[in-house]
């Protein structure tokens, strides 16, 4: 990554400045929250896929967890800055003993994806089919199918009748996005983060050089875990009710598609692709003449065959032929790396 | 004489029914150069990974400077000091020889050592024209060399390198048999090769390997002389 | 996208680039009726004839000149069977197009997704599907029939059939439960025994065990409030085993999303069912309806209960409105708690004024033929079991879904 | 005594339907290294090109078994060379667009035949063992799984075809050099893939209401049942389809059909846990 930590800084700061004086006046800040937090939750994929190589094909399992954590704890509190908080690390730990599990048990590529997609399976049809009222946690009801509504949304700390809702609610979510973004960049500037590329270029060399690389992975697998959940805290938050469809794998597959869109590898592509392909789906919503379900197919095999780097990096390739330095010489890297994802089987 | 920083006993390892290395009995000391020979299938490269951690042998036991490691992980035995590298060229393509050398470096050093030691590397190897080069874009032999660089940069007390100068123009053999002397002044080193002329220019100590055991282990002219190896080489009965 | 459909014919829309931008407020000469439905996804069997139907609704009462004067405008959004987008369109009804009135939801997870935001910013919210029962809010109308409603209905007749012995299935979700509770309650009430209860994930497709499980048990009859495609395995499976002549078979879900339609004669004949609603429903009224279908779409095949619903859910409100004579909230609360009655295809319909839910007829029905027969009606059937625990005019401020202890 | 003859007997069932759910992928992964994750979606055309075909007056079993595998086989074709070749090698990318293929092809469906439940009742009577009653249908349903893993066994044993397949299994690039063009056998795998996802929508068609959903029921089923197969493709399929559905039966009998599900996806965590790579990396290594 080229510029420094505080350049990067600045820029978040700018950028975040500009854009939450700007869209709300293009959008409304409803809509935009949601946005926000469904491009934290595709950068905390874009985080262990892009950068650490891991492909999950659950994460909506921590997103859900994360969701389902706040709404239980504030059902249970009444309050909503421990639940926040859980909702952060319940995620987290679990995430860090199924990465333990796997890492562990070297398992890479495809049974990675197996295996995260089953705990996403299991995950789902439990809470599915806890509709009867003996599956109580403490106060809360979990509701099974319907989920659960009507739980303590966000206060001020403290001060359990403060709410922060509409526009302000928005705000929070931005700046914490923006946060969570800083922290990102953060990490992947430090050496661990230089060692997390390394683990996804080259796993064996990594290893070979001393890195216990299946710790690290699992350190990596939670960081992106606990950025899930504390997006799934902020939706449960703005929708106001939780439900299983939240661990769906609809849900993992749309995470999924937002990183590829928007583009592996880098930070920013994660969150436009949520943002972007979130806001595509609102807006076919009030169309009936084509099949959303249809459209949004279209766009992830159109992306996978022409453009399937996504979004931004072809964006910065662009602009490097146009203005840069540097000739074409990196554009053929990502596609390499991806090629190595293949199984020796 | 120098300690013994490498041996094994009995090391045995089986896939199914084929025994691909065969009750190896090995001692290696302090700075020696030692390189291990042998037809294809010899069980030199089971050897290897055996040693360095990338198979778990099925029965035997390795020691390291009195450590026992037979169980360990690469990465443990790496941290003890032991630079590995591997028969194909195992490198982090889409970052540059800066950055693959410092994450070696990194290993066992605080980020601002680290970037010295990378830059101490780099100049000793002469790789500064293409330091900010995207290994992907490098030719096969100075991708080599930048592996070795990865494993230099660690101060190793014991190297292992598997087929080093494979696929490799003559001036980059003698390039980085220069590399493996310098490197031999403060480790031990294992090579296992096939190329017999590099080996007459580096070894002095010479293991043989035939179906899974240690056929001899001598000094590379009477190694080249002997004909039973000789034999073992033209595909003959032994 | 919203569109002033004069001509509910015209019902597909171009996606205009227009609608990229949010709705500014538009004139006020209309009323402006929200729609929220899942008219793609898994849901679309229910949620498209609801749509229909309510676009039906409308444009009969724009053709008869519109409501207070003034002509109805539709503002429907497609919420793709995905709960996420109910929260949102529902914001967006309530706050951006500050539409007068909502219609819609499915599944009693989306009304819940909705039903604050419509508490909050004071849009009457109407309700138009057989659910649980138990909500209790005074901003909320509901006319689809509960457990309670059907099941009184439906256990004695199907247990006078059969005999006393009775199996459940139902599926794992706040409907199943809470309809499996009031069938063990009617099944003791009528001197019978509940046998066995079992509970499936609305994903469950395969019955193969659970069929050998009745088997040893051996009931004389089973009741299956299941629901959706993959629940429409079990009378395939039951019927394929051969267990039809064997031991009868009740539902009060079956048929809902038309459902004996896609069963063959001889896996449905025979099945037991209670609703407010059947196209073989023979009365005038009923049969002007499906011309009226007919001639807006087609044929009128699609017509199922939910649909039934929604289009009476939108007269209901119409009729309020007129009464009340203008557009403010708590008069058109109050119409519609002065016992006001509409009468629809399937019947009269009555609001309870205590609990906001419908009075209405109910229907015991026999699959025949992929129809549903009607054999006995049941008039003006009271919400019972939403009237145990909700009186919003002792404690109009109530705002909770209650599970009703039996 | 009867019901232990129905729990045997579903329980086969539940092995055979996991046969026949897994079989078009596990040929398809073990050919090209490619996960077709529009499976499911294939399954389900096959579903529908079935009831359609009844519904003009086909007969049920012509139509299931000839008809819906040639009509999916083709449609497999057509995204083979449209889509899938440009993507051989790229694992991920082959199965992010077949992920997009899966949910085109679901709007397809639903803009064709609506969201309406469909389906036809299954041809074969049901019977009685002892005091209990059978679905007729899951014997059939066994033997086509049987049928069609000795087919599968007897192609790739004693046919050239099969002596290329397997040849292309073991190295990709072994039958290019052998002359045989590895676009041609590509083509074919995934024809010969995509049939068998069409014959296993139509046989199970008359068991289950059909939606244009209904193929994300199978997929994840199918996607675990291969990959804890591991290399070999029938042993594979066979141990695994066996593992997972006696577990899933075992459950399903003494508790009830969800902890049967969860079950088996429980029983496939430990599974890849201890074996990594696949059943028939550890047992029957070698074999088909």
Not at chain 1, 257 to 274: D, S
Request: proline share 4%.
């Amino acid at each position: 990554m080229p510029g420094s930590l505080s350049k990067d800084a600045i820029t978040i700061i700018l950028v975040t400045a500009i854009l939450t004086w700007v869209m709300p006046l293009i959008i409304s800040t409803y809509t935009l929250t949601v946005l926000i937090v469904y491009g934290m939750l595709g950068l905390s994929l874009g985080l262990i896929w892009g950068f650490g190589g891991i492909l999950c094909f659950g994460q909506a399992a921590f997103f859900g967890l994360g969701a389902y954590t706040y709404a239980i704890a504030a059902i249970n509190i009444g309050e909503s800055t421990v639940p926040m908080i859980l909702a952060v690390l319940v995620p987290a730990v679990f995430a860090a003993l199924l990465g333990a599990m796997m890492f562990y048990g070297r398992l890479t590529d495809v049974y990675l994806g197996v295996i995260t997609l089953v705990v996403t399976l299991i995950l789902f049809k439990f809470i599915n089919s806890t509709a009867g009222p003996q599956y109580v946690i403490g106060d809360a009801r979990l509701g099974g199918f319907n989920g659960i509504p009507g739980f303590q949304t966000l206060n001020i700390p403290g001060r359990p009748d403060d709410y922060i809702w509409g526009d302000s609610y928005f705000y929070v979510c931005a700046i914490l996005l923006a946060l969570v973004f800083f922290l990102v960049s953060a990490l992947l500037r430090s050496s661990f983060g230089r060692v997390a590329v390394g683990i996804r270029e080259n796993e064996t060399r990594i290893s070979l050089m001393g890195y216990d690389v299946r710790a690290r992975k699992t350190v990596l697998f939670a960081a992106g875990a606990a950025i899930a959940g504390l997006a799934g805290a902020l939706f449960a938050n703005w929708s106001e009710i939780v439900t299983p469809s939240l661990f769906s794998l609809g849900q993992s597959a749309e995470i999924i598609i937002w990183c590829i869109v928007g583009g592996l590898g880098t930070r920013f592509g994660p969150v436009l692709g949520a943002a972007g392909l979130a806001y595509l789906k609102f807006l076919l919503g009030q169309q009936t003449m084509i099949d959303n379900t249809l459209i949004t197919g279209l766009i992830l095999v159109l992306f996978v065959l022409f453009l399937p780097r996504g979004i931004v990096p072809a964006l910065a390739s662009l602009w490097k032929v146009s203005f840069g330095r540097r000739p074409l010489g990196r554009i053929p890297q990502h596609r390499r790396m991806r090629n190595r994802e293949r199984i020796n089987g | 004489m120098a300690e013994v920083v490498l041996e094994t006993h009995g090391l045995t390892m089986r896939f199914g029914g084929v025994v691909a290395s065969n009750n190896v009995d090995f001692k290696l000391r302090a700075r020696e150069l030692r390189c291990l020979i042998g037809p294809n299938g010899a069980g030199k490269s089971t050897f290897f990974k055996c040693v360095t951690g990338l198979q778990t042998p099925t029965e035997g036991e390795v020691i390291m400077r009195g450590v026992e490691t037979t169980h360990w992980m690469p990465h443990q035995i790496a941290s003890l000091g032991v630079g590995i590298k591997t028969q194909t060229p195992n490198v982090m393509d889409s970052l540059s020889v800066f950055e693959n050398i410092w994450l070696a470096a990194r290993r066992f050093h605080a980020p601002r050592n680290a970037n010295r030691k990378t830059q101490e590397i780099i100049e000793r190897l002469a790789l500064g024209s293409i330091a900010r080069a995207d290994l992907g874009q490098l030719a096969h032999g100075e991708r080599q060399r930048v592996e070795l660089g990865l494993v230099a940069v660690g101060d190793p007390w014991l190297v292992l390198l598997d087929e080093p100068a494979a696929g490799m123009s003559a001036e980059d053999v003698e390039r980085m048999t220069e590399i493996i002397h310098e490197l031999n002044k403060t480790a031990a080193i294992i090579i296992v090769e096939h190329d017999m002329q590099f080996i007459r220019s580096i070894a002095e100590m010479v293991t043989v390997f035939h179906q899974g055991k240690v056929l001899m282990e001598d000094h590379v002219d009477r190694v080249m002389s002997d004909p039973t190896v000789r034999n073992v080489y033209l595909g003959k009965k032994a | 996208m919203s569109l002033n459909r004069r001509n509910f014919l015209a019902s597909t829309a171009a996606l205009a680039g227009a609608s990229m931008l949010p709705r500014v407020a538009m004139a006020a000469d209309t009323i402006k009726l929200g729609s929220i439905l899942d008219t793609s996804g898994i849901f679309d069997a229910y949620g498209k004839p609801m749509d229909m139907a309510m676009r039906l609704a409308v444009a009969e009462i724009n053709a008869a000149g519109g409501l207070l004067g003034k002509q109805v405008e539709v503002v429907a959004y497609d919420t793709q069977s995905d709960m996420a987008l109910y929260s949102q369109y529902g914001q967006q009804l309530a706050r951006q197009n500050k539409v007068d009135v909502v219609h819609g939801g499915i599944l009693s997870a989306s009304r819940e997704a909705i039903r604050q935001t419509m508490r909050k910013t004071k849009t009457p919210y109407f309700y138009n599907v057989l659910y649980e029962g138990g909500v209790c809010d005074r901003n909320i109308f509901i006319n689809g029939v509960t457990p309670a409603q059907q099941v009184e209905a439906l256990v004695p007749y199907a247990m006078a059939k059969s005999g006393k012995k009775v199996y459940i299935l139902a599926a794992d979700y706040n409907y199943g439960q809470i309809t499996a509770r009031w069938i063990q309650k009617f099944v003791a009430d009528n001197g019978g025994e509940t046998v066995g209860v079992d509970f499936f994930p609305l994903d469950v497709s395969d019955f193969g065990s659970t069929i050998a499980k009745i088997q040893s048990v051996g009931p004389d009859l089973v009741i299956a409030p299941l629901v959706g495609g993959a629940h429409l395995s079990f009378f395939r499976q039951w019927a394929a085993a051969g267990m039809k002549d064997r031991i009868a078979l009740a539902s009060t879900t079956l048929g809902v999303g038309n459902e004996h339609k896609v069963l063959t004669p001889e896996e449905g004949n025979g099945i037991m069912v209670a609703y407010n609603y059947s196209q073989e429903l023979d009365t005038p009224a009923n049969k002007a309806f499906k011309d009226r279908w007919a001639a807006a779409y087609g044929d009128s095949n699609l017509i199922h209960e939910t649909a039934v619903s929604t289009y009476q859910g939108v007269l209901t409100w119409a009729e309020a409105l007129r009464q009340a004579g203008s557009m403010d909230r708590d008069a058109l609360i109050a119409a519609l708690e002065s016992g006001l009655s509409v009468e629809g295809p399937a019947g009269r319909i009555t609001v309870d004024p205590k609990t906001h839910h419908a009075v209405l007829d109910v229907h015991i029905m026999e699959f025949e033929n992929q129809g549903m027969k009607v054999i006995e009606t049941l008039p003006q059937r009271q919400p019972i079991d939403t009237q145990a625990v909700c009186d919003l005019s002792a404690n109009p401020n109530d705002n909770t879904q209650y599970e009703i202890e039996i | 005594m009867d019901l232990t003859v129905i729990i045997l007997v579903e329980m086969l069932y539940a092995v055979a339907s996991l046969i026949l759910i897994s079989a078009g992928l596990a040929v398809v992964f073990g050919m090209m290294k490619v996960i077709n994750l529009a499976h499911g979606e294939f399954m389900m055309m096959g579903g529908y090109a079935t009831i359609t075909a009844v519904n003009l007056g086909v007969n049920i079993f012509l139509a299931m078994l000839v008809i819906a595998p040639i009509i999916v086989g083709l449609i497999g074709l057509v995204v083979e060379r449209l889509v899938i070749r440009h993507l051989y090698g790229r694992l991920v990318d082959t199965m992010l667009a077949t992920w997009g293929l899966s949910l085109f092809f679901i709007g397809l469906a639903t803009m064709i035949f609506g969201n309406t439940t469909t389906g036809i009742s299954t041809p074969i009577p049901g019977f009685a063992i002892g005091n209990y009653q059978i679905n007729g249908y899951n014997f059939f349903i066994i033997v086509v799984a049987v049928l069609l893993l000795v087919g599968m066994l007897t192609i790739l044993k004693s046919t050239r075809a099969g002596l290329i397949a397997r040849g292309a299994m073991q190295r990709s690039d072994m039958a290019a050099a052998l002359g045989y063009s590895p676009d041609r056998i590509y083509m074919a795998t995934f024809f010969c893939g995509s049939a068998l996802s069409g014959l296993a929508g139509a046989v199970l068609a008359p068991l289950v209401g059909l939606v244009p959903t209904s193929g994300g029921a199978y997929i994840a089923k199918a996607f675990i049942t291969v990959i804890a197969g591991g290399p070999s493709l029938i042993a594979g399929l066979f141990s695994s389809a066996g593992f997972f559905g006696i577990v899933n039966q075992v459950f399903t009998f003494a508790i009830s059909p969800v902890i049967g599900e969860v079950a088996l996806l429980l029983a496939a965590v430990v599974l890849l846990r201890l074996l990594p790579q696949g059943i028939t990396t550890k047992f029957f290594k070698g074999k088909l």
